[in-house]
């Protein structure tokens, strides 16, 4: 009886992990399809942000990555109801995002139609979802046991906060910013880099937590430091 439990036990653990690989794959592959793979693949041009390439070829690719997140995070549990209800948040705005296309040819935060403001919305409380995992329910100290927890909760944190930062970035750039200066950095696709830093730091978050290779590679060097300080003492 406690071996199947044990199996089962470690079934479920397994399971975890592959949603959370699953998860920041998703999101370190996302922006590398639309940005370079979209460029030189199929002659698509940089797009102001993530959201317009909805209305490109690649329309499915975002579409189709957006809603595997959203159903891996309804089929992802975690310790506590709080962190259930963020994971149902969490997928419900990811499929606001992917369901609910930008208006063609404006920035995400004025959009004209009710769709382009659901995506908004939806964009906005997606990457905060992303954030709070981040900052508060990955760092608690786990059930799991695994090494170097220090160094992973200092991922998991800095994590949260580039997420934020560039989320505070973007809206500077998009509220702050006279109209005229906004238009002349437009040519740069401030918008999109910024998704893409903070695409990139929740995809490290939750490779981290699923225990990825790229991400243990990570958490090695980062170890690294604290282990040689422990050797001269």
């Not at 990555?65 to 994971?87: K, M, N």
């Not at 995400?108 to 990457?127: D, E, N, Y």
């Not at 906060?161 to 238009?183: N, Q, W």
């Amino acid at each position: 009886m406690n071996r199947q439990l044990s199996r089962d036990a470690h079934a479920l653990v397994v399971s975890y992990l592959s949603i959370r690989r699953a998860i920041g794959m998703i999101g370190l592959f996302l922006p590398i399809l639309l940005g370079p793979v979209g460029y030189w693949g199929f002659g698509i041009p940089i797009q102001d942000n993530m959201s317009s390439y909805y209305h490109t070829a690649l329309r499915d690719g975002f579409v189709g990555a957006l809603c595997a997140i959203a159903i891996f995070l309804f089929c992802y549990r975690g310790y506590d109801w709080v962190e259930s209800w963020t994971a149902n948040l969490g997928c419900f705005s990811a499929l606001g995002v992917a369901l609910c296309p930008v208006d063609l040819g404006r920035d995400p935060f004025h959009q004209r139609s009710v769709l382009g403001a659901l995506h908004t919305v939806s964009g906005g409380l997606f990457f905060l979802t992303l954030a709070f995992y981040s900052l508060y329910h990955f760092p608690r100290r786990s059930r799991e046991i695994a090494p170097h927890e220090a160094q992973r909760r200092l991922i998991y944190r800095t994590s949260g906060i580039v997420i934020l930062l560039s989320l505070a970035g973007m809206g500077t750039f998009l509220f702050l910013l006279p109209p005229e200066t906004r238009a002349r950095l437009n040519a740069y696709h401030l918008i999109f880099w910024g998704e893409w830093i903070a695409v990139w730091a929740f995809a490290a978050a939750w490779l981290t937590k699923g225990r990825a290779m790229l991400a243990e590679i990570a958490v090695d060097l980062l170890a690294v430091p604290s282990q040689l300080l422990q050797k001269r003492e």
